[in-house]
């Protein structure tokens, strides 16, 4: 189901590609954000209850490039690394199994859940000019981490690897002031599909402070939400939102 989906997303926009209004110069953007968020939520194994967890409040952070070129037909590339390393507790009040072990009612338990994952995006630019850009794409997010479960007192523990892919639909925004360098911008990705839901976007404001010929450089600051909502990813369900107030540093080379 999902490569039958990521098929004929890529179909639908390979038909738009025609109408994109291509770069008239390579561009490389590269930045880095920090990201101050409040995750929520709970995981299990398949089959079993998910627990419900108090995870402690995280800072993140998130590296990205994207290259665009004057190329067309030929999709514009994004690569985004987000680091997500979460760490929690729970009090049970019902038995929690999780991949083979059991933990009792009145358990006092500790989680580590390693969330960090990479976004692969291709895109086309919709249209673009100085005050208003739109870019549309494809997109798949990466996971490739591991969840550790234990006692507080280490009597009982479990470690499990997990991997997988999610493509979503991407999709970006943004709207410009002339002759301020300031614009407000949107971006973001999408999936759902059976009971799988993953959403990432975020919304803010930039300021693009130095810009001449060789490089222009921008502070950026808004808001990042998260959902990973996943059925059954290497026996694995996650009902997981991660969100909270970004800021940041973008350079276009």
């Known amino acids: 189901m999902m490569k039958q989906y990521f098929v004929?997303?890529?179909?639908?926009?390979?038909?738009?590609a025609p109408v994109a209004h291509a770069d008239t110069v390579l561009g490389l953007y590269v930045g880095a954000e920090g990201w101050?968020?409040?995750p929520e939520g709970s995981f299990g194994s398949k089959g079993y209850a998910q627990q419900d967890f108090?995870?402690?409040?995280?800072t993140?952070?998130?590296y990205y490039a994207a290259l665009e070129h004057p190329v067309p037909l030929v999709p514009n590339v994004k690569l985004r690394y987000t680091e997500m390393d979460i760490s929690g507790g729970a009090l049970l009040n019902q038995t929690f199994e999780f991949e083979g072990v059991d933990f009792a009612v009145g358990s006092n338990i500790m989680t580590n859940a390693e969330l960090s994952h990479t976004d692969y995006v291709l895109y086309y630019e919709i249209f673009d000019?100085?005050?208003?850009?739109?870019?549309l794409g494809l997109s798949a997010k990466q996971?490739?981490?591991?969840?550790?479960?234990?006692e507080a007192d280490n009597s009982s523990s479990v470690r499990v690897d997990y991997s997988g892919v999610v493509p979503l639909v991407y999709g970006r925004g943004e709207v410009g002031l002339?002759?301020?360098g300031l614009s407000a911008f949107a971006e973001g990705s999408f999936f759902a599909l059976d009971d799988s839901t993953v959403h990432d976007y975020q919304v803010g404001v930039q300021w693009e402070f130095i810009d001449n010929l060789a490089v222009d450089v921008a502070v950026r600051a808004g808001y990042r939400a998260m959902m990973i909502e996943l059925d059954d990813v290497d026996d694995i369900n996650t009902d997981i939102d991660v969100s909270g107030p970004f800021a940041g540093l973008q350079v276009h080379f």
């Open 178 to 180: 002339p002759f301020t």
């Open 36 to 38: 101050q968020a409040e």
């Open 60 to 62: 993140f952070t998130s």
């Open 129 to 135: 000019n100085d005050a208003v850009s739109i870019d």
């Open 8 to 16: 004929a997303a890529g179909l639908s926009l390979a038909a738009m």
């Open 143 to 150: 996971f490739d981490g591991d969840i550790y479960v234990a």
């Open 54 to 58: 108090n995870f402690d409040d995280e």
